[in-house]
């Protein structure tokens, strides 16, 4: 290895889906990272969407319910990291952990700023144009709004 040369940063989003695991692997098996290079696992933790909206006027979460759900949502993230750090033990990169709180969207192009990523490795989901439509797609947005490149990885389809 030469002096001075430094090393590749990729960020790979981890979520509880086997898409963003299977991107992961993907990138561990497929980019010949070195001992040089710096793999950043960053996970968006954010409360279920069927809580999301709770908070509306005149709704308040008790304190016991809130902290219920922080901590179903911190175990959550701590499942995903455990299994992404599994996935990446077998190899000699350097690994970071980032855990973010919110939209995982915004989350992870700041992350890509905040870690100044070379790239972006993150899971297709694979969800129809209605779907999509209204639910958003990661991908998408984070292949139009994240400032370095996007490598979007798919499952493949087994039939």
């Known amino acids: 290895m030469m002096e001075g040369v430094k090393g ?18 993907w990138a561990v098996d497929n980019l010949q990272l070195s001992s040089a290079d710096t793999l950043i696992l960053c996970h968006a933790k954010r409360l279920p969407a ?26 959550i993230a701590e499942d995903v990291m455990n299994k992404a750090r599994e996935i990446c033990s077998g190899s ?12 995982a969207r915004e989350s992870l192009c700041e992350a890509v700023q905040k870690f100044e990523a070379d790239f972006l490795v993150i899971g297709s989901h694979g969800y129809g144009t209605i779907k999509r439509s209204f639910l958003g797609s990661v991908s998408d947005y984070c292949a139009h709004h994240a400032k370095c490149p996007v490598l979007i990885v798919k499952k493949p389809h087994h039939h």
Do not use: N
């Open 8 to 25: 590749r940063r990729v960020l790979v989003a981890v979520d509880v889906s086997e898409q963003s695991m299977h991107a992961l692997k």
């Open 50 to 75: 069927a809580y999301e909206g709770l908070g509306g006027p005149g709704f308040l979460l008790t304190p016991e319910v809130s902290l219920s759900l922080e901590k179903y949502v911190d175990r």
């Open 92 to 103: 000699q990169v350097k690994v970071e952990e980032e855990i973010v709180k919110g939209d």
